[in-house]
């Protein structure tokens, strides 16, 4: 682009994995996220295992742009929200980013939806799982999206972390196997294929959510949080 900046530059930020799968997944949300809003100029980012890093994304976008904004592509406001993005922002006036996409009733809604989806029903313990993070904001945005489930769902919830948090979820699974309930389902708190979820299939549960994937509530999710600011 030459000439004046002009126009909002959206950047969604995942995580990055190396499954296929996965990736996909953010190609089908930049596309989707372009037909719902083709005033924005939307490119994807990553804070780790792929490229492009979200800080040359901001730093290429920046001078072009009126404003560039960056939604994290997570669900809880851990230490790649808060830093990673944060800090990829910081240096350009016309740059901010959102909060994570959750907690938020939305994806609740989509949680419960993937464990029918499964065959999950309401006489089974639930366990909903998040991605990890060793920052207590992130704990607390997990807990508060479990807690949204639950209301949805109408039975309680627990919650567990494929990393640097506990219960990790074989540990949950196993505790509600105390529970006078018949199958233990996991909710995955997850966008896509990959590490993460991978390790949800092994946690001994009876019944694991598909990830939330490139649908148009999670594309709703970003639109909300690229709004509110």
């Not at 682009?1 to 995580?15: D, I, Q, S, Y």
Request: charged share 20%; net charge negative.
């Amino acid at each position: 682009m030459t000439g004046e900046p002009a126009g909002t530059a959206l950047v969604l930020v995942a995580h990055g994995t190396a499954s296929p799968q996965g990736r996909q997944v953010v190609h089908d949300l930049v596309d989707a996220v372009r037909a719902a809003r083709p005033e924005l100029a939307v490119a994807d980012a990553y804070v780790d295992v792929q490229e492009p890093k979200v800080a040359d994304v901001v730093a290429r976008l920046a001078p072009e742009y009126d404003e560039v904004v960056a939604v994290p592509l997570l669900f809880c406001g851990g230490y790649h929200v808060r830093v990673d993005v944060a800090k990829a922002v910081a240096p350009h006036d016309n740059a901010r980013s959102t909060g994570a996409l959750g907690p938020s009733r939305l994806i609740a809604d989509l949680l419960a939806q993937r464990l029918r989806e499964a065959g999950a029903s309401p006489g089974d313990a639930i366990v909903m799982s998040a991605a990890g993070s060793s920052r207590v904001e992130a704990t607390a945005d997990a807990r508060a999206q479990a807690r949204l489930l639950a209301d949805v769902w109408g039975t309680s919830v627990d919650v567990a972390f494929g990393s640097a948090a506990t219960p990790s979820v074989p540990d949950a699974v196993s505790a509600n196997r105390d529970h006078p309930r018949a199958r233990v389902a996991v909710a995955a708190l997850l966008l896509g294929e990959g590490h993460f979820h991978d390790q949800l299939t092994r946690s001994g549960a009876d019944i694991v959510t598909a990830p939330l994937g490139a649908c148009p509530q999670i594309v709703e999710q970003i639109l909300t949080r690229f709004d509110e600011e």
